[in-house]
């Protein structure tokens, strides 16, 4: 898992957190710090 890439929910940002649920990469505007996880892991219903 590279951090090197674009954020994959917006692909506008670069990526600074990897989420551990999905494995995603996602920038800070996408990433939830409270829950150690991407928006789209911490909006879902898990
Ligand atoms: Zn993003
Ligand atoms: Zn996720």
Redesign the pocket.
């Known amino acids: 898992m590279s951090l090197s890439g674009l954020c994959q929910v917006c692909e506008a940002a670069m990526a600074s957190h990897a989420?551990?649920?999905?494995?995603?990469a996602?920038c800070d505007d996408h990433w939830d710090e409270t829950v150690r996880?991407?928006?789209?892991?911490?909006a879902?219903p898990r």
Not at 19 to 24: A, E, M, S, T, V
Not at 37 to 42: D, I, R
């Open positions: 989420c551990d649920r999905c494995g995603r996602v996880a991407c928006a789209g892991c911490a879902g």
